[in-house]
């Protein structure tokens, strides 16, 4: 099986398990090793007390892109830690889109950078996540 | 008008646009200035592919605390950055709790700190979010 | 061995090789379990070219405060990632305290809150960083 | 003027009140609108209580080539807040390098990264910076 073979059956049974993905009608558009690259359109419930969409919601994508790169290697990863920096608002119907590459990736511990960017190409947010590695995998290796 | 009037009608005006505090059912527990408490409780729809909360949830609400303090001034004021540590995972009809307070209040930007614990007192996350302030008031002021 | 003669103990072991807060004048005013509490005079030589003390500075007076925290238990633990919030600038001559205290602790990582303050309390910077336990203590214990 | 005009004639100015570099043995080996490469031999004095570079040295070169990067446009800056993932260690004698490229600059605040590795292309951290613009420029511009 191949890293890339490995990094898409990962994908396929975890998106099936992942409710908080598909209730936010999040895609998983690419997938690579170490690598990933989601979509999300800014519904009308993800608004807050601005009426910009909330920043909770531009994470969410982030993370759930953090989360398709590090455990593409069929390795349980969770995140320890994670920062985001925001950059420009995302209002009701813009689309976003997250692009997660692998920064440094050892034994226990990973570093994953996610882009954030809206249909325009206009930068939305910066996010930087440590993983760490828990027990199980998503399918067995003989 | 005190400080306590105003943080409380700043909570009213903001909750009654936040659609997303509204669909996500987080309710807003306590305000002062600088200062709120908010609850959650983890629906089926907020678990990720590990069958746990998605940490963007946690982050979410932690953000969420973040925003209703630091907007309680009737300054608005958005996040232009935000960290989290995640300490202990949240299971599907665990109830969050979310405490912000004010480290540091600038005229422009302003620091505060959230803990999320667990209704049985469990540290989940920790979260430190950089406000900056933008045009504009929830009410005015004579 | 109480936990707290444990922490007196490593801080002079630790202190002994630490060339760098030693060359840094940097004192270690108090020691507990999970806790630190540091003290610095901002000299010449740590201006930068703003002419105010270089942040690099107060992070490294933070980061120390947190290694000395972490490190009391006589397990031996590095920083695996920090981030520090300026809050105010701090002139050459100031006298900057840091304390360190424990926001959580696993068998692999912790997190620790600084605060960086200045002789006249006001406050400088706020610091957090997470350890991660490496082989190795201070000194054997039976 | 050009632009890189410019960022050489601040770099020049910057350096020379930068009495921290200086010290530190920092050499600001390329410069470019919002890009910095520096470089710093780990030495001795550098070391901490694990006899290793203390992370307050690496983190204080990432903050310096974050400051000539966002200073290049001669418009005063400052760091708001900085974080710093630590990927491997340093040894002293190791020569480091840091590199600073801009992921965002608005008219008060910018995001910049800065990537440090070793004299092997070993990755030893990376590290994000805000930038906060204050009063005042490097040289008159008429």
Do not use: W
């Not at 990962?10 to 090793?33: F, H, K, N, T, W």
């Not at 034994?107 to 882009?115: K, L, P, S, T």
């Amino acid at each position: 099986m191949t890293a890339q073979d490995c990094a898409e059956r990962v994908r396929d049974l975890m998106y099936a398990e992942d409710s908080a993905a598909q209730a936010l009608g999040i895609r998983i558009d690419a997938i690579a090793p170490g690598e990933a690259s989601l979509s999300m359109r800014v519904q009308a419930h993800m608004a807050n007390g601005h009426r910009i969409c909330h920043g909770g919601f531009i994470f969410t994508l982030a993370d759930t892109a953090f989360a398709y790169s590090c455990n593409s290697y069929n390795q349980r990863c969770v995140a320890s830690a994670a920062a985001i920096d925001f950059i420009a608002a995302a209002q009701v119907d813009d689309v976003l889109y997250a692009t997660a590459s692998e920064v440094s990736r050892g034994r226990r511990n990973g570093v994953y950078d996610v882009r954030v960017t809206r249909q325009d190409g206009q930068l939305i947010a910066v996010f930087r996540g440590r993983s760490a590695s828990i027990k199980g995998q998503f399918f067995e290796t003989e």
